[in-house]
C-alpha cells in the first residue's frame, strides 16, 4: 500500500495560478490573463475567482505559490482496461505485417489472449503491473479514472480484476470508477454457447460482482467479432435489474446500431462510435449520453474510418477523449497524447478536446458534479501546468509539462527523473 498521507495537504491558499478557458465554468473574469486564487480547506475547494477579488478572510491562509502556472481542472480517464495480466506486442508485429484486428482475434490472439495472462496472474501480480501504468497516468493530471473487468470473463477472475481496481484507488488516492466488461469476449471454455455465456454474465456473475459493491457500470462489446445486439440488450436488462447504469462499446468495426439501443437504456457513453449512424447521434443526445472518442486505438489499429466529429458536434452530443488504454489495440499512458491526437486525427478544437478529459469525460462517469471543473463544494482536484496557453496542452507531446497535481486535496510534484513511471511524483 502507497500512503497518500505522507504527501502534503492541499489546503491553504493557491495564488499566482492563470485560469485556463473553461476550467472555472462558474467564475467570470474581467481580463482572462487575470492572477487568479483558489482557496482549499479539508480537501475541498472553498472559494475560486480573481486574486484581486480575494474575500479578506482567507489572506491569511498559508500560501502555495503557483508560480504563473496555468490551471486546469484534474483529468479524468474515462475509458481505460488498466488491470490484465501480459502483453500483446506480438500482435502488433502481426498487424504491421498486415494481419487485420479480426484476423489476430480469430488465430486465437486478441481479447482471449489477454485472458489466458490475466487469469494466471495472481491478485497482488495483477496489482503491481496496473499501478505501474497507473502511476504513468497519474503523473499526466488524472485524477479519476475508469478501469474495466473483461480479461478475467469466469466470476473468480473478473473479481480479481475489479478488486485491484478498487485497490489502486484507495492505494493512490484516486478516484476509480469499476465498469464490469464480462461480455467482453466468449471464453474459450464457451466457444460456441455464446448463449449460456451471456445467462452466466447476467445471472450469475453480474449479480454477485454487484452485491459486493464492486461494479459501478456495466458495459459489454458489442461487435461482430464479440456480442450481438439482442446478446447487449440482455445484459443491459440486468444491469437495470440491479440498477446500474451502462455504457457501451459501439460501432468500432461496424454499425451494430448498439449506441441507438445503449442510448434507448440512458447510457452513460457510447466509446470507439467510428461507424456510429445518424440516428445512433440522434438516440445519443435525446438520451445526454457521451460519445467518448479514442484515438489511441484508431491509431493503432491503423483505422482509416474517422468517427462522425461533425455530426456529434452539429447535434450537440458531448464528446469525451480517453485512453482506452488495453494492451491490445491501445498501449496509450498518457492522456495528454490523446488530447493532441484528437486535434490531429480527429479534429477537435483545441477547448473541446480540454473539456474531453474533463468536464465530458466526468460526465461519461456520472461523475459530473463532482469532477471535472474547478468549482466551489467539490473536491480539490486540479493540475498547474508549466504552460503559457491552453493551446500547448495539445501542441506538445512527449512531455508532462506539470509543475503540480492536487488531487484529491493532496499535493504531488513530478519526480526529479520525470519520466512518469516509478513513483512518479514526490511530495
Ligand atoms: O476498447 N474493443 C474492445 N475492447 C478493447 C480492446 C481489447 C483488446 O484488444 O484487448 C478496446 O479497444
Ligand atoms: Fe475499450
Same mark, same amino acid.
Given at each position: 500500500?502507497?500512503?497518500?498521507?505522507?504527501?502534503?495537504?492541499? &489546503?491553504?491558499?493557491?495564488?499566482?495560478?492563470?485560469?485556463?478557458?473553461?476550467?472555472?465554468? &462558474?467564475?467570470?473574469?474581467? &481580463?482572462?490573463?487575470?492572477?487568479?486564487?483558489?482557496?482549499?480547506?479539508?480537501?475541498?475547494?472553498?472559494?475560486?475567482?480573481?486574486?484581486?477579488?480575494?474575500?479578506?478572510? %482567507?489572506?491569511?491562509?498559508? @500560501?502555495?505559490?503557483?508560480?504563473?502556472?496555468?490551471?486546469?481542472?484534474?483529468?479524468?480517464?474515462?475509458?481505460?482496461?488498466?488491470?490484465?495480466?501480459?502483453?500483446?506486442?506480438?500482435?502488433?508485429?502481426?498487424?504491421?505485417?498486415?494481419?487485420?484486428?479480426?484476423?489476430?482475434?480469430?488465430?486465437?490472439?486478441?481479447?482471449? =489472449?489477454?485472458?489466458?495472462?490475466?487469469?494466471?496472474?495472481?491478485?497482488?501480480?495483477?496489482?503491481?503491473?496496473?499501478?505501474?501504468?497507473?502511476?504513468?497516468?497519474?503523473?499526466?493530471?488524472?485524477?479519476?479514472?475508469?478501469?474495466?473487468?473483461?480479461?478475467?470473463?469466469?466470476?473468480?477472475?473478473?473479481?480479481?480484476?475489479?478488486?485491484?481496481?478498487?485497490?489502486?484507488?484507495?492505494?493512490?488516492?484516486?478516484?476509480?470508477?469499476?465498469?464490469?466488461?464480462?461480455?467482453?469476449?466468449?471464453?474459450?471454455? %464457451?466457444?460456441?454457447? /455464446?448463449?449460456?455465456?451471456?445467462?452466466?454474465?447476467? !445471472?450469475?456473475?453480474?449479480?454477485?460482482?454487484?452485491?459486493?459493491?464492486?461494479?459501478?457500470?456495466?458495459?459489454?462489446?458489442?461487435?461482430?467479432?464479440?456480442?450481438?445486439?439482442?446478446?447487449?440488450?440482455?445484459?443491459?436488462?440486468?444491469?437495470?435489474?440491479?440498477?446500474?447504469?451502462?455504457?457501451?462499446?459501439?460501432?468500432?468495426?461496424?454499425?451494430?446500431?448498439?449506441?441507438?439501443?445503449?442510448?434507448?437504456?440512458?447510457?452513460?457513453?457510447?466509446?470507439?462510435?467510428?461507424?456510429? /449512424?445518424? !440516428?445512433?447521434?440522434?438516440?445519443? !443526445?435525446?438520451?445526454?449520453?457521451?460519445?467518448?472518442?479514442?484515438?489511441?486505438?484508431?491509431?493503432?489499429?491503423? &483505422?482509416?474510418?474517422?468517427?462522425?466529429?461533425?455530426?456529434?458536434?452539429?447535434?450537440?452530443?458531448?464528446?469525451?477523449?480517453?485512453?482506452?488504454?488495453?494492451?491490445?489495440? =491501445?498501449?496509450?499512458?498518457?492522456?495528454?497524447?490523446?488530447?493532441?491526437?484528437?486535434?490531429?486525427?480527429?479534429?477537435?478544437?483545441?477547448?473541446?478536446?480540454?473539456?474531453?478529459? @474533463?468536464?465530458?469525460?466526468?460526465?461519461?462517469?456520472?461523475?459530473?458534479?463532482?469532477?471535472?471543473?474547478?468549482?466551489?463544494?467539490?473536491?480539490?482536484?486540479?493540475?498547474?501546468?508549466?504552460?503559457?496557453?491552453?493551446?500547448?496542452?495539445?501542441?506538445?507531446?512527449?512531455?508532462?509539462?506539470?509543475?503540480?497535481?492536487?488531487?484529491?486535496?493532496?499535493?504531488?510534484?513530478?519526480?526529479? /527523473?520525470?519520466?512518469?513511471?516509478?513513483?512518479?511524483?514526490?511530495?
Amino acid at each position: 500500500m502507497k500512503n497518500t498521507q505522507a504527501f502534503p495537504s492541499a &489546503d491553504g491558499l493557491w495564488t499566482g495560478l492563470r485560469l485556463a478557458p473553461g476550467a472555472a465554468p &462558474d467564475v467570470q473574469l474581467d &481580463d482572462a490573463n487575470a492572477s487568479a486564487a483558489i482557496v482549499v480547506e479539508q480537501g475541498h475547494i472553498r472559494w475560486v475567482g480573481a486574486r484581486a477579488a480575494l474575500p479578506a478572510a %482567507y489572506a491569511a491562509l498559508p @500560501t502555495h505559490d503557483g508560480g504563473g502556472a496555468l490551471v486546469t481542472p484534474g483529468l479524468v480517464d474515462c475509458h481505460t482496461h488498466l488491470v490484465y495480466g501480459g502483453r500483446r506486442a506480438n500482435e502488433f508485429a502481426m498487424r504491421l505485417a498486415g494481419a487485420s484486428y479480426e484476423e489476430v482475434a480469430k488465430a486465437g490472439g486478441g481479447i482471449v =489472449s489477454t485472458v489466458r495472462a490475466t487469469r494466471e496472474a495472481s491478485e497482488d501480480e495483477l496489482f503491481e503491473s496496473a499501478a505501474a501504468r497507473l502511476q504513468a497516468l497519474l503523473a499526466d493530471g488524472v485524477c479519476a479514472i475508469e478501469i474495466k473487468s473483461g480479461y478475467g470473463l469466469a466470476l473468480g477472475h473478473e473479481r480479481k480484476q475489479l478488486r485491484v481496481a478498487r485497490r489502486l484507488g484507495e492505494a493512490f488516492g484516486v478516484t476509480v470508477k469499476t465498469t464490469f466488461l464480462g461480455a467482453h469476449a466468449l471464453p474459450p471454455e %464457451y466457444a460456441g454457447r /455464446s448463449a449460456d455465456y451471456i445467462d452466466l454474465v447476467c !445471472k450469475e456473475m453480474l449479480p454477485a460482482l454487484a452485491a459486493e459493491g464492486l461494479v459501478d457500470a456495466v458495459d459489454v462489446f458489442c461487435e461482430r467479432i464479440a456480442f450481438s445486439l439482442a446478446e447487449t440488450e440482455q445484459v443491459f436488462q440486468a444491469a437495470k435489474a440491479l440498477g446500474l447504469p451502462v455504457k457501451l462499446h459501439a460501432e468500432q468495426l461496424s454499425d451494430m446500431d448498439g449506441a441507438a439501443l445503449a442510448a434507448r437504456y440512458g447510457a452513460l457513453s457510447c466509446d470507439h462510435i467510428e461507424h456510429l /449512424s445518424a !440516428k445512433g447521434i440522434a438516440e445519443m !443526445k435525446k438520451a445526454g449520453t457521451v460519445a467518448v472518442l479514442l484515438p489511441g486505438a484508431y491509431y493503432t489499429l491503423r &483505422d482509416t474510418h474517422l468517427p462522425p466529429i461533425e455530426a456529434l458536434r452539429e447535434a450537440g452530443v458531448p464528446m469525451a477523449v480517453s485512453t482506452d488504454h488495453n494492451p491490445g489495440t =491501445s498501449p496509450a499512458l498518457s492522456l495528454l497524447l490523446m488530447v493532441n491526437m484528437a486535434c490531429t486525427l480527429f479534429r477537435l478544437t483545441v477547448p473541446e478536446a480540454i473539456a474531453g478529459v @474533463t468536464q465530458h469525460a466526468a460526465r461519461a462517469l456520472g461523475l459530473q458534479d463532482t469532477h471535472g471543473r474547478i468549482a466551489v463544494g467539490l473536491p480539490a482536484n486540479f493540475v498547474l501546468w508549466k504552460l503559457s496557453e491552453a493551446a500547448e496542452l495539445a501542441y506538445w507531446f512527449g512531455q508532462r509539462p506539470i509543475h503540480a497535481v492536487v488531487r484529491q486535496g493532496r499535493v504531488y510534484f513530478p519526480s526529479p /527523473s520525470g519520466n512518469g513511471q516509478g513513483e512518479g511524483m514526490r511530495p
